[in-house]
């Protein structure tokens, strides 16, 4: 479970393990929309995913896709269910316009099993 609140992710560092699956829980407590996103993530997709939000600002990408995104309206949650296949340290971060540079961004380790 990871809570977005007050323009920061808490916790800022998530520990998962290579091989694992792992059920992510984003519970956005904010009054503005908020995801958390990966750019190169390399895992494999072991559940229903929502499909990106129509009309979510994704200000910061620039057309470039994140590998890992998952998106929660203000107030709701979201899961994404994902296997990491490759241990290494991986930064996430919000996409909406000024979110990352107000430090909405954090650390996913990913544990050699
Ligand atoms: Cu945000």
Same mark, same amino acid.
Request: aromatic share 6%.
């Given at each position: 479970? *990871?809570?977005?609140? @007050?323009?920061?992710?808490?916790?800022? $560092?998530?520990? *998962? =393990?290579?091989?694992?699956? &792992?059920?992510? =829980?984003?519970?956005? @407590?904010?009054? *503005?929309?908020?995801? %958390?996103?990966?750019?190169? !993530?390399?895992? +494999?997709? $072991? #559940?229903? =995913?929502? @499909?990106?939000?129509?009309?979510?600002?994704? #200000?910061?990408?620039? #057309?470039?896709?994140? +590998?890992?995104? &998952?998106?929660?309206?203000?107030?709701?949650?979201? $899961?994404?269910?994902? /296997?990491? $296949?490759?241990?290494? /340290?991986? +930064? !996430? !971060?919000? /996409?909406?316009?000024?979110?990352? +540079?107000? #430090?909405?961004?954090? =650390? %996913?380790? *990913?544990?050699?099993?």
């Amino acid at each position: 479970m *990871v809570k977005a609140e @007050a323009l920061k992710f808490n916790p800022e $560092t998530i520990e *998962v =393990t290579a091989g694992k699956p &792992v059920k992510l =829980t984003f519970d956005n @407590a904010d009054a *503005v929309d908020h995801d %958390l996103s990966i750019m190169e !993530f390399p895992m +494999e997709m $072991t #559940g229903a =995913t929502q @499909a990106p939000m129509a009309g979510h600002d994704m #200000g910061n990408m620039g #057309g470039m896709e994140p +590998e890992l995104h &998952v998106a929660a309206l203000m107030g709701q949650m979201a $899961t994404l269910e994902f /296997t990491p $296949t490759k241990p290494g /340290t991986y +930064e !996430f !971060f919000c /996409t909406v316009a000024g979110h990352k +540079e107000a #430090g909405m961004k954090g =650390t %996913l380790i *990913v544990k050699t099993p």
